[in-house]
């Protein structure tokens, strides 16, 4: 009965990050660093390094992915000029304006991990082009103009700093629209998203192959990049409908119902079949086809040390989404829909953690302090930061030209 | 006793409308039915309809399809004519996937159409039947059927006040496109 019933809302109502949330997220901040302290200096096993920037940048590809995944769907409800979302956008927006600071941090792992040679020693190792040297690897001197210091900084610099400036761009267009209000910053909106658009669905599987497959420079995969975009869309949307129901639980956001956390609940059901269909679609042709360069990266996940998480992935990401979400009740209450999204949130970790670690730790991966308490301080870091950011504007976009059919939406 | 088999209430407002059905039932009257030209957010839930169950026949149409690929392969590469390809086993699940997947979502799909067509009367060659015309134009009808309702100058009166532009006393439930 959306449509025909009028309740008032207090539009101005902004969020007051205080108390137990903040708290508990600096918690999880100090936790994390005490983590990064114990990876490098306590303990005292032989790739202790490794394994610790292994676990960074995991964690700092995570954290980038998600926020980029807040500007990304801003974009994308902006290009089909949805209504439904419109009284949930100051969400994504707060997810958007973290996205800089975690494009730096990541940058600087990545930075860190490559000239400490703890990152991407695959290609980054002395004398690999050199002919005469004896680490010489043909297949990775055939790769050294695009896989080269110089220029794979440069790809994610650029890459970052385009994704952190349209993220800007498109909550700047909203919060001058709180001011003036009128269609113009809308407009403006509109424009700049499939400006984003467009060159996010271009570079952003460049920037995976970059940061994540060219651990292993010798295997490739043209789905690889699609397969990280997924992954980077489903947990994007887990932690944005896991932040509402949470707002929701602590009394605000009384404009969303359970018809936007149902729409929502559709989202991540569609993208975590859609996760599947890439992640098998790589699978299957290099199963069937069966060129040992192809099948070397699952034949590393296929070894014992790694076959459990192997199945375990696709048990978290693709059966309990499917069977537990397919219901329209299931979606629409919000205690299943909660548990499903902290059940992606961890189930994508792993989908990093089997995407990082057999190229980096080989076969003797680790779980353990450094891996939980890394996890752990990003999610504080993530909290705090997107918390902070959403405490300083309303909750609600009040000037957006589609906010009445938000507030009229049903389903 | 007349031979008034429904009422019609024509209104020129989907809002009027809406006021008329909430009027008719506060008064004990029940709808037969009300037809829009365009969908109106909510009226399912005034009107109290039930939730479609063409979801549930999408499941079962769904999972005969998987069944029917898995042993349409099964037959064809595991019983039948077992062959070699690339040295796998005769019976290797990936192969059936993508078979099981699109048989699927082919049978889901026409499944559900034929379901839809079924119910709502839709057949090749046949016209399809409505209460008014204008329903399909730039009115919005609210149907009574007179047999159950008694008082019908009461009903008459209640969609007058609730804006009605016409009133109409059908004799026969259909009016055919011929």
Known sequence: MGTHSHTTHNFNEQFEFSGKAKTWSLIAIVIGIVAIAYGFLIDSSEHHSERTFASLLLMGYYFTCVCAAGAFFLALQFVAQAGWSAGLLRIPQAFAKVLPI???????????????????????????????????????????SFLNVPFFLLRQVIFLSIYSTFAILLTKYSNAEDQVGGLSNYNKSVKVAIIFLVIFGFTQPIW????????????????????????????????????????????????????????????????????????????????????????????????????????????????????????RDAKRQTNTLMFVCILLLCGHWLDYYMMIMPGSMGSHPDFGITEIGIAIGFVGMFTFLMLTKLASKPLVAQNHPLLEESLHHQI | MSNTKYILGHFADPDDMMHG????????????????????????????????????????FGITGTLTGFSMIYYMLVYDWPMNIGGKPAFSMPDFVPICFELTVLFAAFGMMACFMYANHFFPGRAPRVMDLRATNDRFIIAIDARTNPYPDKIVDLLTEAGAVEILHNERKYVSYE
Request: aromatic content about 18%; proline content about 3%; glycine content about 4%.
């Open chain 1, 208 to 327: 995976s192959f970059d940061t994540i497959m060219s651990i292993e420079a010798h295997w490739f995969s043209t789905m690889f990049g699609w397969y990280n975009f997924a992954a980077l869309w489903v947990s994007g949307l887990s932690a944005m409908t896991l932040t509402i129901i949470l707002l929701k639980k602590a009394g605000y956001l009384g404009w969303v119902n359970q018809n936007h956390l149902h729409d929502l609940g559709k989202f991540i059901f569609a993208f975590s079949i859609f996760w599947t269909y890439v992640w098998f679609s790589q699978f299957i042709l290099i199963w069937y086809a069966n060129i040992p360069e192809e099948t070397v990266y699952f034949f590393k996940r296929w070894e014992p040390e790694y076959k459990l998480w192997f199945w375990l992935n696709i048990v978290i990401n693709f059966l309990s989404p499917v069977l537990i979400l397919m219901t």
């Open chain 2, 21 to 60: 059905i909430e009027k008719l039932q506060a008064n004990n009257i029940s709808i037969y039915d009300a037809y829009t030209p365009m969908p109106i957010h909510g009226i399912e839930d005034k009107l109290g309809y039930k939730r479609s169950r063409l979801p549930i026949a999408a499941f079962c």
């Open chain 1, 102 to 144: 975690a494009a730096v941090i990541l940058i600087l792992i990545i930075v860190a991990g490559l000239f400490s040679h703890n990152l991407y020693h695959h290609w980054n190792h002395e004398g690999l082009t050199d002919k005469n040297h004896e680490n010489y690897d043909p297949l990775i001197a055939g790769k050294a």
